[in-house]
Nanobody
Framework: QVQLVESGGGSVQSGGSLRLSCVASGLLFSRNCMGWFRQAPGKERDWVATIDNLAQTSYGDSVKGRFTISRDNAKNTLYLEMNSLKLEDTAMYYC????????????WGQGTQVTVSS
């Protein structure tokens, strides 16, 4: 079955950096659109970034210029490099796989917590 396993979350001070990873199995990783979403306590899950099978990327306005999504198809791994972290970036971050970026998410990871403190 499909598994998406995130790692790399943790606690960091405002202005710091973290890199999240998501290892995928059970799917043709290189053909999938992959993305990151996040959910803060009491809020809805929000889209963060997407990378398609041609490595074209898209970002939410709140993270544009600070976060970078990338993929290593040889390792079936998705990354999210997060720089200049802000308090409002605190959330559970989820890896997601779509058949196409325009379609609904087909699979979710279990999430990894990112906490930014002042």
């Amino acid at each position: 079955q499909v598994q998406l396993v995130e790692s790399g979350g943790g606690s960091v001070q405002s202005g710091g950096s973290l890199r999240l990873s998501c290892v995928a199995s059970g799917l043709l990783f290189s053909r999938n659109c992959m993305g990151w979403f996040r959910q803060a306590p009491g809020k809805e899950r929000d889209w963060v970034a997407t990378i398609d099978n041609l490595a074209q990327t898209s970002y939410g306005d709140s993270v544009k210029g600070r976060f970078t999504i990338s993929r290593d198809n040889a390792k079936n791994t998705l990354y999210l490099e997060m720089n200049s972290l802000k308090l409002e970036d605190t959330a559970m971050y989820y890896c997601a796989a779509h058949a196409f970026c325009s379609t609904r998410v087909g699979y979710w990871g279990q999430g990894t917590q990112v906490t930014v403190s002042s």
